[in-house]
């Protein structure tokens, strides 16, 4: 029998998985949510199931074993506890909160729940990411240098901080999961942002321009920049620095480096194919080993970020305890 599942938003995000869940014989699906409930009809049109018009009863009489929660920073909250009270599994696009408060709120929920929980960190789910820490799996890493330059989303709620988070809360948050992934937890970071280029958006409360020093646990360090004033896709990915080995990641593409070999590798494994699947069967079986970043995994990832925005902010070093 297929895992059931329902959508809480049917935008952009959440289309973009609908069309690799079609192609998963183990899923279904079948109910439908969002504030606008002409997107929420189109999908229903799409894929099948049903409209409802609130998350309550989505949970309720919608069938469903598992919910996808694909909506902006600032709608999470209510949702994901709707769906953990309802005891269904869930699937959170990131970042997953604007406050640690709400997180760990979601967190402690689906903890006393014993639910299945996924986050869309879906850089993780590259075979170039699993290739690279295969090969740096026995080695010491000194550094990690993480980049996103690109352009600037033109959805109203990006432009505002206290509806995105800004770009390295909402978009960068991928890169330094992999800072974390790579590197192990990080202490404490320092940041500097500014607004350079996009002035003329109206109402931008964004920087469009960062870069966040982080002080690892291990003793390493840490810089990831970012940048979205520029209207053609520059780079994103990250370089990781080990004693005497290097790995370039850029999507699917991996280069190796030592003082003896140069090795270029690329892979063509779709990510959020591998993240929806890999979430799909842990809702059948039981067996979340394939999940590669559960709801408290994410919690971490997502407090990297805020302590970044105070360290801006403040213009200090900010401890990851503070942010709570």
Not at 3 to 25: E, S, W
Not at 37 to 56: L, N, Q, W
Not at 147 to 161: D, E, K, L, S
């Amino acid at each position: 029998m297929p895992v059931r599942l329902g959508f809480f938003g049917c935008g952009g995000i959440a289309n973009h998985h609908m069309t690799k869940i079609k192609d998963i014989p183990e899923a279904q699906m079948v109910a439908f949510y969002d504030t606008d409930a002409e997107r929420a009809k189109k999908a229903a049109e799409t894929y099948g199931g049903t409209v409802f018009d609130s998350p309550e009863k989505l949970v309720a009489e919608g069938g469903v074993d598992a919910v996808y929660i694909c909506t902006p920073p600032f709608a999470h909250g209510d949702l994901e506890l709707a769906a953990i009270e309802a005891g269904k599994a869930i699937f959170v696009e990131k970042p997953i909160a604007l406050t640690m408060e709400v997180a760990r709120e979601i967190e402690a929920a689906a903890n006393r729940a014993g639910v299945v929980t996924s986050v869309a960190y879906h850089f993780r789910y590259f075979e170039a990411t699993r290739r690279a820490e295969a090969a740096l799996a026995d080695t010491t890493i000194s550094a990690f240098l993480g980049y996103w330059m690109g352009g600037f989303p033109m959805v109203y709620w990006w432009r505002r901080m206290d509806l995105s988070g800004g770009q390295m809360h909402e978009q960068t948050t991928h890169i330094l999961d992999l800072a974390r992934l790579f590197g192990g937890e990080v202490k404490a970071v320092a940041a500097a942002y500014g607004l350079r280029c996009k002035m003329d958006i109206e109402g931008i409360t964004v920087p469009d321009v960062g870069t966040v020093t982080l002080f690892y646990e291990s003793g390493a360090v840490g810089a990831v920049s970012n940048c979205c004033h520029l209207d053609f896709g520059f780079r994103v990915g990250c370089d990781i620095i080990a004693c005497n080995t290097t790995a370039t990641l850029n999507g699917n593409s991996l280069v190796l480096r030592s003082p003896d070999r140069t090795e270029e590798l690329s892979f063509d494994n779709d990510p959020y194919l591998a993240e929806d699947i890999a979430f799909i069967k842990a809702v059948a079986t039981g067996d979340a080993s394939g999940i590669r970043s559960t709801y408290s995994d994410g919690v971490r990832s997502l407090a990297l970020s805020l302590a970044a925005n105070m360290a801006a902010e403040q213009r200090r070093v900010v401890e990851i305890a503070e942010v709570g």
